[in-house]
């Protein structure tokens, strides 16, 4: 019923009916999902093929304004071209073209995005084992908020997810602070903190920016708190602080004005009493810094005690005398004696003495002090001249001392006293003291 000539026709009335033949033009618009930073430049570029005639071009938005935008056409292409992109423009762009009668449109999904710096957090003095402190990281300008993750790591390990709630503001680029208290536990000590903020945008792959929390030395550490070295031997000791940036060590001795030691190590060699005593290892970077003290000791023999006569002239017949002696070292036992005869004795004491009432011409002679330690034993002596007097007898005979009490004591007393007499007068009256 219908030949070829029917059917073109038929096309030829359907062609009529959606506008027309000339108007089967095809439309390209470019780029249609662009992310792009607040500030960055764009050109949208709306092309038509196969319109024989002008084609009129027109760009629309969701909001009405472009926000800086301005196109330019020709007879096939129209660019719309954007300088100085704002968060405003995050958005749906409708390019219309009209070839005669007939209008197509394409769509462009513009997202903006501002994420321009690292995060900033202000220095943190110390981050101390169970103190517990509030930390602040802020992430300036971003765009969009509800985009951004806080994420807070010490070490590789998380220990804290921050996003905004409650934004109020989709339009702008804002600044976000992360807020947290946080309390390191002792394996995070020496643990790199950081910041990291994370926009995530639908149309591209999420972006991230971290930072390093500077922070000033919180804890020092060091290899043995109270360290002992034998006379002429090596010792090291080694000081760590924790801190960002690593903190210098320095190591202080008291009594001098300069550090003795730049680094982690304090090495000792051969070891001499005189670097016996108190060390501080100090830690410093540019957030502050730490000192904590520690004391060397140094172990030996002691030095040779000092023995003499208190009134330091060799004494007369009958006077009484005390012999010193004395050392510096600690600790230590020192004994003062005559020939094999222990007669004063005194522990961890620099002194110890012996009175010799009413000397007599056998106690003339050589004493030694013995000053003894866990590592050697020293001595020293002196040779005690007692001069002879012109001899009237000072001793006090029995009756004079007894006599007295006679009147008015027992006997028992009596008997006691006389005992006491005889014992006294056979150890010639030496007496022992020690303080
Ligand atoms: C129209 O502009 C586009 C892009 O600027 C260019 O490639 C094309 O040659 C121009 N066409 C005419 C007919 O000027
Ligand atoms: C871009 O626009 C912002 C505000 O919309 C303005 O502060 C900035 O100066 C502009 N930049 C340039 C290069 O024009
Ligand atoms: C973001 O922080 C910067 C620097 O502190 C400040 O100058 C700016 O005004 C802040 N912007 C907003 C939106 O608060
Ligand atoms: C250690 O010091 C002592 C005293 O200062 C010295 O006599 C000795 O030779 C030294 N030993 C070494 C191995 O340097
Ligand atoms: C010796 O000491 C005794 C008792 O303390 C005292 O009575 C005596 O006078 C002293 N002798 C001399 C010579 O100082
Ligand atoms: C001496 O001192 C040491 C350490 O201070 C102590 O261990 C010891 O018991 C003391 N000895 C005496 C007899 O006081
Ligand atoms: C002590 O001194 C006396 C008299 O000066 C002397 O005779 C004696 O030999 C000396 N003893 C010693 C051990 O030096």
Redesign the pocket.
């Known amino acids: 019923m219908c030949g070829t000539s029917c059917f073109a026709f038929t096309l030829c009335i359907t062609f009529l009916i959606s506008g027309s033949a000339r108007n089967a033009f095809e439309m390209e618009l470019f780029p249609l999902k662009p992310t792009l930073h607040v500030g960055d430049a764009l050109e949208l570029s709306c092309r038509v093929n196969g319109c024989p005639v002008n084609v009129i071009f027109a760009w629309g938005t969701v909001v009405d304004r472009f926000h800086g935008g301005a196109a330019e056409s020709n007879q096939t292409t129209s660019r719309l071209l954007f300088s100085n992109i704002s968060t405003k423009l995050s958005n749906i762009i409708v390019c219309t073209a009209s070839c005669g009668g007939t209008t197509r449109q394409k769509t462009s999904v513009i997202q903006v995005y501002s994420f321009p710096t690292d995060p900033v957090i202000p220095r943190i003095k110390h981050l101390k084992e169970n103190q517990e402190q509030s930390l602040n990281c802020?992430v300036?300008?971003i765009y969009p908020l509800h985009g951004i993750i806080i994420q807070w790591l010490r070490g590789n390990k998380t220990i804290y997810t921050d996003e905004p709630v409650d934004i109020s503001d989709y339009e702008?680029?804002?600044?976000y602070s992360s807020v947290i208290r946080y309390t390191p536990s002792v394996n995070d000590l020496g643990k790199n903190l950081i910041c990291k903020a994370t926009l995530n945008l639908s149309s591209s792959n999420p972006m991230s920016r971290k930072t390093t929390a500077e922070y000033g030395p919180g804890t020092l550490t060091i290899s043995s708190n109270n360290p002992l070295v034998q006379l002429e031997k090596h010792l090291n000791i080694t000081c760590h602080a924790d801190g960002n940036p690593q903190p210098r060590i320095l190591w202080w001795k008291t009594g001098e004005n300069n550090p003795i030691a730049d680094g982690q190590k304090l090495v000792i060699n051969n070891a001499s009493l005189t670097q016996a005593g108190w060390y501080q290892c100090e830690a410093r970077n540019v957030v502050g810094s730490l000192k904590t003290p520690v004391q060397v000791i140094v172990q030996g023999p002691p030095k040779n005690p000092q023995i003499q006569l208190k009134d330091g002239v060799d004494p007369i017949e009958g006077d009484n005398i005390t012999i010193l002696c004395s050392s510096d070292d600690e600790p230590k036992t020192l004994i003062l004696f005559r020939k094999e005869n222990r007669a004063a004795e005194a522990q961890n004491s620099s002194t110890v003495f012996l009175n010799i009432l009413d000397v007599k011409l056998e106690d003339a002679g050589v004493y030694i002090c013995e000053v003894k330690n866990d590592f050697g034993i020293k001595s020293g002596m002196i040779n005690i001249t007692v001069k002879e007097t012109q001899h009237i007898s000072m001793t006090p005979d029995l009756p004079t001392i007894i006599v007295p009490a006679l009147g008015s004591v027992s006997l028992l007393t009596v008997l006691a006293l006389l005992m006491r007499y005889l014992r006294e007068a056979k150890r010639d009256s030496v007496n022992i003291g020690m303080n």
């Open positions: 802020t300036h300008n702008n680029v804002q600044n």
